[in-house]
């Protein structure tokens, strides 16, 4: 049976009443009253794919918003939370009516909708930018959209499989970080849990029915450690409270069938909690612990002293009973549990107003503003489908803790670098960053920070960012940050940057346009419309603002149904070919030991004169020596020491991409011709695109392997026997 079978999947507006009632606040029930008899009046007989009438759903999102400890506000915005998406309501009749707060929030769960998106990815990644939007807004639009997530995963049992795991996907990449990161623990673990549910049900079925059968045995257990901790603490530490607790199916999944383990290999799978008044009683807890139980040697943590980011607070310790059992206790106040149970909901009355604890308000406005900070450096994210991922990563589990010299302790998602460390402590210190140091030794810059490191970073006034570091950074904060400065100060060289690489990658695909056909061919894709010109799109590119691989099939969709039309599409044969993937063929210095890259720009093949440019981390890139991004005097460019002589092996003895652009006249079976004659050599042909020209002609690309330059040139003499062809050019 489920750990979350007791909880009812529907509750009506009595079941609220009770819930509010409870909840010892003060609520404007008639406004709530109000807001339920709208919702119900405008659903009518609207019904749920389950058949149950609408309106339970709505209500049943109020009672958890309401179980959350939420205002009068949030209770209202989730019973009408459907209404403008669902019914015929504006939302300025809700506005009208419940004031511009309820308003807002209702907005701010709506869905996009009616807006054309080229794929279901982009659509889903608007959705989830605009709630992020509003959320950053008012952090109580992300506790009624979390309320909906739940309840409609507690009734997910009637939808189609395929729903149910798209749904649980988005669950575990964006819904369930965001409770993490606001610390709504009982949100984050059932939503987890509902959702493997759908994704793996055999594994969770068997991690359930493992805690199943030890039920009785972990009950005795607990209760054996509950009574030896209340004996040695009742005459020293008042008010003791002790509860035993299962970890999460999830959690257990993943320490166990994602890394092959057994059950038995994890020492938490269950722990107990201690409760106490104060944090001093929490240290003299640990000290009673340790003297009962044997600590086990690295996993103590003192959450307490070092919070998460997501204000989580307690003592974590795993200790071995006198049987060799290993279990873990933690230790926390009251104020610290309801913290980690509810997180910033917990203390939504502080926010208000309506509580006295104006220290604790104040602590929950800074983790309030922390959290809108890191929506913001989301939303700083200019390709949308990226949203998801950063959130995973930024808002995730697992953080490392990482000294500044200073003693100062900071947060940063498992697997940064000193890069986001830098911008973590202020977005110039990551501008000006040269260099760190982590336990006083330089490291390079793709250094993962550990726990417990020391992490200096080494700055120069006049140094700026690079672009690779965008590649390497982890956080969204960082790579926000760098692509924003390469967009203000760099608009220039991000226009000739974009303009090379899109060239590039347009050659590779056999897209060719002159640059008046590009202009027009932007006009009719429909690109997001704050790229106003062909060099807002550009300048775009050059800074990473836009990735261009992802974007590449639908340019090329569209490319082949502008341009590609009348001209006749055929077969590729292919001639049967064994490639060789031998060394680079490339002596740099006399060795031929060096890791090189054959630069898209100009395409080096054997026989070429060439030059090698040596990068930062990525080795050396092989240019033909009259590229266009070779200087002509490298005496005279910038960082000349890092050109460097290279030249080819006598047999480099392997095969090569070259691409060629055939101009020829249109005619039937033109595009046959040149397949079979470079069948009948041998040739391997990766790409083959044709458009018709203006003039009766048509424009045929080809990316082929070949052997080297005298192969090339033997292959172009071969193409041009045929008949219409007019001119072969080498890209």
């Known amino acids: 049976m489920s750990k979350y079978s007791n909880i009812a999947h529907y509750q009506d507006f009595n079941e609220l009443l009770s819930i509010l009632s409870k909840n010892g606040n003060a609520y404007d029930m008639e406004k709530i009253t109000s807001a339920y008899r709208f919702a119900e009046r405008s659903h009518g007989d609207q019904r749920r794919v389950s058949g149950i009438p609408y309106i339970l759903h709505p209500t049943s999102v109020a009672c958890i918003v309401a179980e959350l400890g939420m205002d009068a506000d949030s209770i209202c915005g989730a019973l009408l939370h459907d209404v403008v998406e669902d019914t015929p309501v504006a939302l300025d009749e809700i506005r009208r009516l419940f004031g511009n707060d309820v308003a807002k929030l209702i907005d701010g769960v709506t869905k996009i909708s009616k807006i054309p998106y080229s794929t279901r990815e982009e659509q889903q990644a608007e959705n989830i930018r605009k709630m992020l939007i509003a959320m950053a807004d008012d952090i109580r639009v992300i506790i009624i959209k979390l309320a909906d997530r739940l309840h409609n995963m507690r009734t997910m049992d009637c939808m189609p499989e395929q729903k149910r795991r798209d749904k649980s996907v988005e669950n575990m990449q964006v819904y369930a970080p965001i409770a993490h990161r606001l610390g709504i623990k009982t949100v984050k673990e059932e939503l987890e849990d509902r959702s493997l549910q759908y994704l793996d049900p055999i594994g969770y079925k068997e991690i359930e029915e493992a805690l199943l059968l030890n039920e009785e045995d972990r009950h005795k257990f607990i209760e054996s450690i509950k009574t030896q901790i209340l ?116 203390h939504w009355k502080y926010k208000l107003g309506m509580g006295p604890d104006a220290k604790g308000g104040d602590r929950v406005n800074q983790n309030i503003e922390k959290v809108k900070k890191m929506i913001l450096d989301q939303l700083e994210t200019e390709d949308a489908t990226d949203i998801a991922r950063n959130i995973r990563n930024d808002f995730g589990g697992n953080d490392v803790y990482v000294f500044t010299p200073k003693g100062d302790v900071m947060s940063l998602p498992r697997r940064s670098t000193p890069i986001d460390l830098a911008y973590l402590i202020h977005t110039q210190v990551g501008h000006r960053m040269v260099g760190a140091k982590v336990n006083g030794r330089i490291v390079p810059i793709d250094h993962e920070l550990k726990n417990g490191e020391i992490c200096e970073i080494i700055t120069q006034k006049e140094e700026h960012p690079n672009r690779a570091w965008i590649d390497i950074c982890k956080t969204a904060s960082a790579k926000s940050k760098i692509r924003q400065w390469f967009k203000r100060e760099k608009r220039d060289e991000n226009i000739v940057e974009g303009k090379q690489i899109v060239d590039r990658e347009f050659k590779r695909q056999g897209m060719t346009l002159n640059d008046e056909e590009m202009s027009e061919f932007f006009k009719t894709v429909n690109m997001k419309k704050q790229y106003n010109t062909l060099d807002d799109f550009y300048a775009a590119v050059g800074y990473g603002g836009i990735q261009l691989w992802k974007i590449m099939p639908r340019l090329k969709e569209e490319y082949q149904k502008k341009y590609a039309a009348n001209i006749e599409q055929i077969t590729v044969p292919q001639a049967p070919v064994k490639r060789k993937k031998a060394s680079s063929g490339i002596v740099i210095n006399d060795t031929d030991d060096v890791l090189v890259k054959l630069s898209n720009c100009c395409n080096p093949l054997p026989g070429d004169e060439i030059i090698g440019y040596i990068t930062r981390g990525y080795g050396v890139s092989i240019h033909k020596r009259d590229c266009t991004n070779v200087p002509k005097d490298l005496s005279d460019c910038e960082e000349p020491e890092r050109w460097i002589s290279a030249h080819w092996e006598s047999d480099a003895g392997e095969a090569f991409r070259s691409t060629l652009q055939i101009t020829a006249s249109n005619r039937t079976g033109l595009l046959a011709d040149v397949t079979i004659q470079l069948s009948n050599m041998h040739i391997f042909i990766h790409a083959l695109n044709s458009r018709e020209l203006k003039d009766s002609r048509a424009l045929i690309t080809v990316t082929i392997d070949v052997a080297g330059k005298d192969h090339l040139r033997g292959v172009i003499s071969k193409l041009s026997d045929i008949n219409g062809i007019e001119e072969i050019k080498r890209l």
């Open 231 to 346: 004996e040695k603490t009742k005459d020293t530490i008042p008010n003791v409270y002790i509860s035993g607790r299962v970890k999460s199916i999830n959690s257990i999944y993943r320490k166990t069938i994602m890394r092959n383990q057994s059950i038995n290999d994890i020492f938490d799978v269950f722990a107990v909690r201690v409760i106490v008044d104060n944090v001093s009683d929490c240290y003299n807890v640990l000290g009673v612990v340790h003297d009962i139980f044997k600590p086990i040697p690295n996993r103590f943590k003192d959450y307490i002293s070092m919070p998460k980011q997501n204000m989580y607070q307690s003592l974590h310790t795993t200790v071995l009973d006198k049987k060799a059992i290993p279990f873990e206790v933690q230790i926390r106040t009251w104020e610290m549990h309801y913290t980690a149970e509810y997180g910033i909901a917990a």
